[in-house]
């Protein structure tokens, strides 16, 4: 009995349990679930258009990068003069035109070295210091390859007897390179190795035939860039 009339005592007192949560006013069942999920709904929606804004700068992104991709370096031997060329003592004096066609990127020459090969053996070597090339700008170097090398192996005495008869020396130049492209004042491009190789035939000096008909401009063959 005493403990009924307790819980009547409790029911008459003030509550001061929890508070009672307040039931929402009663709304139709389709809003109320939206209501919840309203968060989630918009954490889905910043998502998405973080997703088209990550897409949209990717995709100019790659349309910059294809447009601004560098043409490729062209190379010519414009003059090339042997002042004398035997098997034992070579002066050989060459010009050669090096052209950057890009509008938008100069080219900075971390290497810059021309080797000269007659009948497979190397007998010539320059190297040049580094240096930078304007954007749409053509460039011209002189190696001269004097009195460096002595050229021993058979191949190139068969080459000399051959080239002797014929007036002309077939020789080739290659032209090593490291470059890099900058494009703008800090951003420099991954380093690119072109070789440009030129395939040239000087007349003979002993031969005033040849001297005659002269040396022909040629364009050498650049690979090895992208
Ligand atoms: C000189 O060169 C010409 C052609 O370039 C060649 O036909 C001729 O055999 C050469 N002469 C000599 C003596 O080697």
Wanted: one cysteine or more.
């Amino acid at each position: 009995m005493a403990n009924r009339e307790h819980k009547v005592d409790h029911l008459d007192q003030r509550f001061h349990g929890p508070p009672v949560p307040v039931l929402p006013p009663v709304e139709q069942p389709g809003a109320a679930s939206r209501r919840v999920a309203d968060p989630y709904a918009l954490c889905c929606r910043a998502f998405r258009v973080l997703t088209i804004v990550a897409i949209a700068v990717g995709v100019v992104a790659l349309v910059l990068w294809l447009v601004s991709l560098p043409s490729a370096l062209k190379a010519y031997v414009d003059a090339a003069e042997l002042t004398r060329f035997d098997l034992g003592n070579d002066g050989k004096q060459d010009q050669l035109r090096i052209r950057n066609p890009n509008r938008d990127q100069a080219v900075l020459y971390r290497r810059l070295e021309a080797v000269a090969l007659y009948g497979g053996e190397r007998f010539g070597y320059v190297d040049f210091p580094r240096m930078r090339q304007g954007r749409k700008s053509t460039m011209v170097i002189r190696p001269s390859f004097r009195g460096q090398g002595v050229l021993t192996g058979a191949s190139a005495a068969t080459a000399f007897r051959r080239d002797k008869e014929r007036g002309f020396f077939n020789i080739i130049v290659k032209l090593h390179t490291r470059v890099r492209l900058k494009a703008m004042i800090f951003v420099d491009s991954v380093e690119y190795r072109p070789d440009m190789d030129c395939y040239i035939r000087v007349p003979d000096p002993s031969n005033a035939t040849a001297v005659a008909l002269g040396f022909t401009a040629t364009r050498c063959h650049v690979d090895g860039f992208l």
